[in-house]
């Protein structure tokens, strides 16, 4: 199985820039896309941004400009890095991986829709 462990959550001022922390933890062989989603209060989760293994990033509208995702293969770690945050931000972010190739027993298998636990951001105007 993959673990996922979110950090770097908190309360953070309007216009801050904190930076959120993804590592993937298990018997891991690859990983294809880490992702970050996000979910307001009352509102559902909705997608953030995510990068490939080869390092290429897309991003939702809302965070076009102001959100960088990146990765660090060696370490099975997603950074999202927020700038200019806004009391709209405020939520619990979720780190999120597709598609995994990890160790089980004695053979490689494929497994899909790895979610972590959430960070909470609490934007303070």
């Known amino acids: 199985q993959v673990q996922l462990v979110e950090s770097g959550g908190g309360l953070v001022q309007a216009g801050g820039s904190p930076r959120l922390s993804c590592v993937a933890s298990g018997r891991i062989a690859s990983i294809d896309n880490m992702a970050w989603y996000r979910r307001a209060p009352g509102k559902v989760r909705e997608f953030v941004g995510e990068v490939s293994a080869d390092h290429n990033a897309r991003y939702a509208e809302s965070a076009k400009g102001r959100f960088t995702i990146t990765r660090d293969n060696a370490m099975n770690t997603v950074h999202l890095e927020m700038n200019n945050l806004r009391p709209e931000d405020t939520g619990v972010y979720y780190c999120?991986?597709?598609?995994?190739?990890?160790?089980?027993?004695?053979?490689?298998?494929?497994?899909?829709?790895?979610w972590g636990q959430g960070t909470q951001v609490t934007v303070s105007s």
């Open positions: 999120h991986v597709d598609r995994a190739l990890y160790l089980a027993a004695t053979s490689t298998v494929s497994g899909e829709d790895f």
